[in-house]
């Protein structure tokens, strides 16, 4: 696919940030966007790298009545020795284009959403920050854009991508948050949405996480949506418990985000000698053992925090502190192994690094 690149006017051009530590989570842009258009006769067409810019939408379209959307996230990094490099986009085309089957989108080709991100971050690259924990977060997103207000699958789709450097997504940065167990709303049910990447998903999260913020915790621990009794995801993260040399994770269900970095824990945890397992997690269980101290860490996982450890869980008013409160061996060790992969720092080993 031919992918044009369109002038970036000076007057387009916006100024840099200047502070990498202030740089926080998804705030700043960079100067172009990648866009293409799609419907039915002419499929994918007229991709193209612009200056970033608005949007002028019909109010009528799909997208904002009836929230068809899609998105992705995943992360470019900057290495010492110049390279630029890419963090397993291929996981990403793939996720997007199941959310897509489920949301009666069409399908992202490789040529549109590889090659085009590539380029695009290889033009911005001066925009990727350098130190450590910061990057350049990629938002890959599709939007239904029939102007048209019957409940019914849009005839035409923009895809679009826009680059945001990064820092911390948690202000506290790699510091363990307070999470509570949400026993009123749930993010997703059997049959539902809750394996797709769309939007709504984490709109009708928002209460939830305010009432816990109100609560003091940073994050809720979502349970299943038929008994709410197993653990889901926190926030918009997938959970980890360690207990000593194993390491236990929600098994994907149907209603749970198939994480990218969670894949990627699994995967180097094995490599480091522990045990995984995937099953379901029982609350009732999950809190004895909490007391009793056999569970010794937590975390959770997901592209914008990497690895954010958890010391505290809050159920029905009660705070009960995780391990010995602090960074466990296993949360430090894992987030190493991840993010030295990431940075270039450790060899990859499992083919997740693409260079530019
Ligand atoms: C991630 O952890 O990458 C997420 O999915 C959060 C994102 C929606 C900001």
Avoid at 158 to 168: H, M, R
Avoid at 207 to 217: H, P, Q, R, S, W
Avoid at 261 to 289: H, M, P, Q
């Amino acid at each position: 696919m031919d992918i044009k690149i369109l002038p970036l006017p000076p007057e387009k051009m916006k100024p840099k940030y200047s502070d990498e530590s202030k740089l926080g989570f998804g705030k700043l842009f960079t100067d172009r966007m990648l866009i293409a258009d799609w419907n039915p006769t002419q499929g994918w067409h007229d991709a193209r790298i612009q200056p970033y810019q608005p949007f002028i939408m019909d109010p009528a379209c799909t997208v904002l009545h009836y929230a068809q959307e899609i998105f992705e996230g995943l992360k470019a990094y900057k290495w010492k020795d110049e390279s630029v490099v890419l963090f397993r986009p291929d996981m990403n085309l793939k996720r997007l284009n199941r959310s897509a089957e489920r949301l009666c989108m069409p399908q992202v080709p490789e040529e549109l959403f590889i090659k085009g991100i590539e380029e695009l971050v290889r033009l911005e690259k001066d925009w990727i920050p350098t130190s450590p924990g910061t990057a350049l977060y990629v938002r890959p997103t599709m939007i239904a854009v029939d102007p048209f207000l019957g409940v019914h699958p849009s005839e035409s789709y923009c895809f679009y991508v826009i680059l945001s450097p990064v820092g911390a997504y948690y202000t506290s940065g790699f510091q363990p948050v307070k999470i509570m167990v949400e026993d009123k709303y749930v993010r997703a049910a059997q049959g539902g949405t809750g394996e797709a990447k769309t939007g709504a998903n984490y709109a009708s999260s928002l209460k939830a996480g305010l009432d816990a913020n109100n609560k003091g915790y940073e994050q809720v621990l979502w349970l299943d949506g038929a008994e709410k009794r197993y653990i889901e995801e926190v926030g918009s993260m997938n959970m980890f418990f360690v207990y000593g040399d194993t390491i236990v994770t929600p098994a994907l269900d149907g209603s749970i985000l198939h994480g990218i970095t969670r894949d990627s824990v699994i995967a180097l945890a094995k490599k480091l000698g522990y045990a995984v397992e995937e099953k379901k997690i029982d609350v009732n269980i999950l809190i004895d053992d909490i007391k009793s101290g056999k569970t010794t860490e937590a975390f959770g996982s997901g592209t914008a925090a990497v690895i954010s450890p958890v010391d505290i869980l809050g159920y029905k008013e009660e705070a009960l502190t995780i391990g010995n409160g602090r960074v466990g061996k296993v949360t430090q060790k894992l987030y190493d192994a991840l993010t030295g992969i990431q940075s270039g720092a450790v060899s990859d080993q499992f083919g997740w690094i693409t260079k530019l």
